[in-house]
T-cell receptor, first 116, second 116 residues
Framework: NAGVMQNPRHLVRRRGQEARLRCSPM?????VYWYRQLPEEGLKFMVY????????ESGMPKERFSAEFPKEGPSILRIQQVVRGDSAAYFC??????????????FGPGTRLLVL | SQKIEQNSEALNIQEGKTATLTCNYT??????LQWYRQDPGRGPVFLLL?????KEKRKERLKVTFDTTLKQSLFHITASQPADSATYLC???????????????FGRGTQLTVWP
């Protein structure tokens, strides 16, 4: 049973370009979470999605950032017009559909975004 | 808002000793508290979960305690080994009364080094 997969593992973008980060949850998991980890800081929640629904996006910056989890395919975190401050490690996590099991989240290896 | 503090950014101990890591929170008590391990360049890995009505939880050489009066959790690694060297993260499920299941709030982590 493969774990959470993220790609790319490393992404370099120039200021103003778009960054697309992909996350495939563990098999059987229908809940996806995105976190951002800035250098020397802790993990910060960004968004919580279920298939075709955004459940909680209170941690997402209001502009330039969007996320989706379509019925088919991976979850996508999209950052438009990237700026240097977006450079960070972005982690995706997933959890199973039943409530009791949602407590534990399984993390992917992360995508390290560098904005030049 | 909730503040999560983990003791000293770095902890260095000798192999065979017990490592004790601290996690303190300031406001609302979480329904549960979790500990994760993170190695450089990797995503967090779940270790243990303890609920608000539990005082202690054990798993092999790991032990977690939870004191809701002190608003503190202690994480112990007994008979520590160099392979235990990593950053350990504390995570809470709730930061205010309105929080819903899903998002986790992480401390900055404590970097543990176990030397031979």
């Amino acid at each position: 049973n493969a774990g959470v997969m993220q790609n790319p593992r490393h992404l370099v973008r120039r200021r103003g370009q778009e960054a697309r980060l992909r996350c495939s949850p563990m098999k059987g998991h229908s809940h996806v979470y995105w976190y951002r980890q800035l250098p020397e800081e802790g993990l910060k929640f960004m968004v919580y999605l279920q298939k075709e629904n955004i459940i909680d996006e209170s941690g997402m910056p209001k502009e330039r950032f969007s996320a989706e989890f379509p019925k088919e395919g991976p979850s996508i975190l999209r950052i438009q017009q990237v700026v240097r401050g977006d450079s960070a490690a972005y982690f995706c996590a997933s959890s199973p559909p039943n409530r009791a099991s949602q407590e534990t989240q399984y993390f992917g290896p992360g995508t390290r975004l560098l904005v030049l | 808002s909730q503040k999560i503090e983990q003791n000293s950014e770095a902890l260095n101990i000798q192999e065979g000793k017990t490592a004790t890591l601290t996690c303190n929170y300031t406001n609302y008590s979480p329904a549960y508290l979790q500990w994760y391990r993170q190695d450089p360049g990797r995503g967090p890995v779940f270790l243990l979960l303890i609920r608000e009505n539990e005082k202690e939880k054990r798993k092999e050489r790991l032990k977690v305690t939870f004191d809701t009066t002190l608003k503190q959790s202690l994480f112990h690694i007994t008979a520590s080994q160099p392979a235990d060297s990593a950053t350990y993260l504390c995570a809470l499920d709730r930061a205010d009364r309105g929080s819903t299941l899903g998002r986790l709030y992480f401390g900055r982590g404590t970097q543990l080094t176990v030397w031979p």
